[in-house]
Every structure is written in structure tokens, then in C-alpha cells.
């Protein structure tokens, strides 16, 4: 399983940025994907997740209106799309898989190292 995060970078307050998540070796289609941030001193945070199958979205209430999750079954990709990106915002940014295995019962997690995402003028 691979997760590799693309996309990160600096940018000025108000900017937009696209992140991107290149997935390999597991059933990406059935996957749920999130994407988590961490800024310094801080915890890990939920930022925003589309499910597999119907791939519907939710979103942080800090982020919402301004981010948007969005997956490619074919590209086998996630998206966050960042916009009116504030200071707050700066953080490594992290994308997640939630799935299960053909014929096993339990779901498992799997993350990506993550890339920087700096929001300063």
C-alpha cells in the first residue's frame, strides 16, 4: 500500500492550493479517503473525507466552504482542493485510507508522510 501526497507548498493568505494523493495497492474504489492535517505544537486533526462507493463528502467546520475532497476511481487519486487559504491553515497535511480487504471482516487504516502546506505573506 502506498500513499503519496503531492501539492504542498507556500502560499499567501487568501491563495489557493490543490493537494493530491496518488493511492496504490489496495481496493481504492471502496476505499474511504480522508485527508488530516497537523500544524505545529498541535494534534492530528480531521479535515475532510469522501467515501468509497458513493463518495460522499464531509467536511471540518473550519474548512468548510473553502476546501474541497474530491477522488478520480480511475487515477486512483484524492483531491483537496484549498482555497481562501488563511494562516491557521498552515499544517503538514496528511491523506488516510479506510478499507477492508476482499473477504477479510475488519477495515484497516494506512497514512501518507504527508505534505507542508505554509499560508504566510
Known amino acids: 500500500v502506498q500513499l503519496v501526497e503531492s501539492g504542498g507548498g507556500l502560499v499567501q493568505p487568501g491563495g489557493s492550493l490543490r493537494l493530491s494523493c496518488a493511492a496504490s495497492?489496495?481496493?481504492?474504489?471502496?476505499?474511504?479517503m480522508r485527508w488530516y492535517r497537523q500544524a505545529p505544537g498541535k494534534e492530528r486533526e480531521w479535515v475532510a473525507t469522501v467515501t468509497g462507493g458513493a463518495s460522499r463528502t464531509n467536511y471540518a467546520d473550519s474548512v468548510k466552504e473553502r476546501f474541497t475532497i474530491s477522488r478520480d476511481n480511475v487515477e486512483n487519486t484524492v483531491y483537496l482542493q484549498m482555497n481562501s487559504l488563511k494562516p491557521e491553515d498552515t499544517a503538514v497535511y496528511y491523506c488516510?485510507?479506510?478499507?477492508?480487504?476482499?473477504?477479510?471482516?475488519?477495515?484497516?487504516?494506512?497514512w501518507g508522510k504527508g505534505t507542508l502546506v505554509t499560508v504566510s505573506s
Open positions: 495497492g489496495f481496493p481504492f474504489s471502496n476505499a474511504d
Open positions: 488516510h485510507a479506510n478499507f477492508r480487504w476482499p473477504f477479510r471482516r475488519d477495515r484497516t487504516n494506512y
